[in-house]
T-cell receptor, first 110, second 113 residues
Framework: AQSVTQPDIHITVSEGASLELRCNYS??????LFWYVQSPGQGLQLLLK??????LVQGIKGFEAEFKRSQSSFNLRKPSVHWSDAAEYFC????????FGKGTLLTVNP | KAGVTQTPRYLIKTRGQQVTLSCSPI?????VSWYQQTPGQGLQFLFE???????NKGNFPGRFSGRQFSNSRSEMNVSTLELGDSALYLC????????????FGPGTRLTVL
């Protein structure tokens, strides 16, 4: 069965610092990969996706993610975090249904 | 283009009752999926509908059911509510079923007392 692991439950960074959120997936083939962000009480907003091709994908709000097939990873990065980036981030894989990781809560210190 | 809309946004029910939630997908999208989000279990897939047919189903009891109408709008129903059904129910739409990117609505917060 497909699974997604986000090893970090909670990450705290200072505003302006760089950010990397980790995601590993387990699946026989390369699934479609996504990162979503959720603010409190809100639905999920799609940040970026990987279907095929270039392994470095750009998303909205200055986020990017790199797909590494050998490591079954799809880590999310941002060079400089803004206070408004504080939210919960979910990595997901899709092969018929979306399977989500447990999420990483990001706190941004001023 | 309007996003995915869900009604109602908040709902309070008591154990044993039933509830119906509604979802209107993005215009042109024919696939609608439902997810349950709880603090303990996280985001879990309920089912997906495409062209009025259920294409995929998650591991939920038969009390959870859904349907899709010819205009792609979808409803999900939960019968005989239990306390553990308290959750945020999210609807997502996509143009295609199975592999396409999904866009989420704001969710319906269901509280079962």
């Amino acid at each position: 069965a497909q699974s997604v692991t986000q090893p970090d439950i909670h990450i705290t960074v200072s505003e302006g610092a760089s950010l990397e959120l980790r995601c590993n997936y387990s699946y026989g083939a390369t699934p479609y990969l996504f990162w979503y962000v959720q603010s409190p009480g809100q639905g999920l907003q799609l940040l970026l996706k990987y279907f095929s091709g270039d392994t470095l994908v750009q998303g909205i709000k200055g986020f990017e993610a790199e797909f590494k097939r050998s490591q079954s990873s799809f880590n999310l990065r941002k060079p400089s975090v803004h206070w408004s980036d504080a939210a919960e981030y979910f990595c997901a894989v899709r092969m018929n249904k979306l399977t989500f990781g447990k999420g990483t809560l990001l706190t941004v210190n001023p | 283009k309007a996003g995915v809309t869900q009604t109602p946004r908040y709902l309070i029910k008591t154990r044993g009752q039933q509830v119906t939630l509604s979802c209107s997908p993005i215009s042109g999208h024919r696939s609608v999926s439902w997810y349950q989000q709880t603090p303990g279990q996280g985001l879990q897939f309920l089912f997906e509908y495409f062209s009025e047919t259920q294409r995929n189903k998650g591991n939920f009891p038969g009390r959870f059911s859904g349907r899709q109408f010819s205009n792609s709008r979808s409803e999900m129903n939960v019968s005989t509510l239990e306390l553990g059904d308290s959750a945020l129910y999210l609807c997502a739409s996509s143009f295609l079923a199975g592999m396409d990117e999904q866009f989420f609505g704001p969710g319906t917060r269901l509280t079962v007392l």
